[in-house]
């Protein structure tokens, strides 16, 4: 049966315009809180780097984006320091320093080891990462070198910056489709108190209970 053709009228229009289509994306932000401990956010102690992501606990499994992200190696130092990537998209390593460098990768999860390779100024050299997890980067020519690579096999994840003065990040993801997921943060030295905090993403914006990192005897 077809149904009969009518004027959709400019105030009818409007309105639809103004509600949300049902599986909209939203947008999931909040803060992480430095609870009995100090982090540095300058010096070559610094640690303000702090990793929050959405584990998807019912999405579909969303592709890597094509275009690639770069770490350098500029100054004797890797930048950025730390880094997210989903599993399967191109990571780029640089090197603006005049001098040689080299990349060597410690898969925290197994122990196993990866030289990718020692190249000079100027030259850059791909790699995917097929497995999720935390990746120490190493530089087997500057023993002083170290970077964190964290790997998601999902888009959700983001490095947010602790505040030397408040000890709080605040983090935003966005592009998040309707769900269940598991909200989850990462430091290098401190550790999330507690569990990894469910959350139930719909409509436009998501707010998160307040992380907290904390030292790891503190962290239970
Ligand atoms: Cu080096």
New binding site residues.
């Given amino acids: 049966m077809r149904h009969k053709a009518y004027k959709v009228t400019p105030l009818l229009a409007l309105l639809a315009f103004a509600v949300p289509a049902s599986g909209q994306e939203s947008v999931v932000e909040g803060v992480v809180r430095v609870e009995r401990a100090k982090v540095l956010t300058t010096g070559a102690k610094s640690d303000k780097e702090v990793v929050v992501s959405l584990e998807p606990l019912e999405t579909k499994p969303i592709p890597p984006p094509q275009k690639r992200v770069e770490m350098d190696?500029r100054g004797?130092v890797f930048l950025p320091h730390v880094m997210t990537v989903q599993v399967g998209r191109t990571v780029a390593f640089l090197n603006s320093d005049n001098?040689?460098?080299?990349v060597y990768f410690l898969f925290e999860k197994t122990g196993d080891t990866l030289d990718i390779g020692t190249w000079g100024p100027g030259q850059t050299v791909t790699h995917v990462f097929k497995e999720p997890g935390v990746v120490v980067t190493l530089?087997q020519?500057?023993l002083e070198?170290a970077a964190y690579i964290l790997v998601f096999d999902h888009p959700f994840h983001t490095v947010a910056e602790i505040r030397a003065d408040t000890q709080t990040a605040t983090f935003k993801i966005p592009n998040v489709p309707p769900g269940r997921y598991q909200v989850n943060a990462w430091h290098k030295r401190l550790k999330l108190k507690g569990q990894p905090v469910p959350l139930v993403v719909q409509g436009d914006r998501v707010a998160v209970p307040d992380l907290v990192i904390t030292k790891k005897q503190y962290a239970k």
């Fill in positions: 190696q004797m001098d040689r460098h080299n530089c020519l500057h070198m």
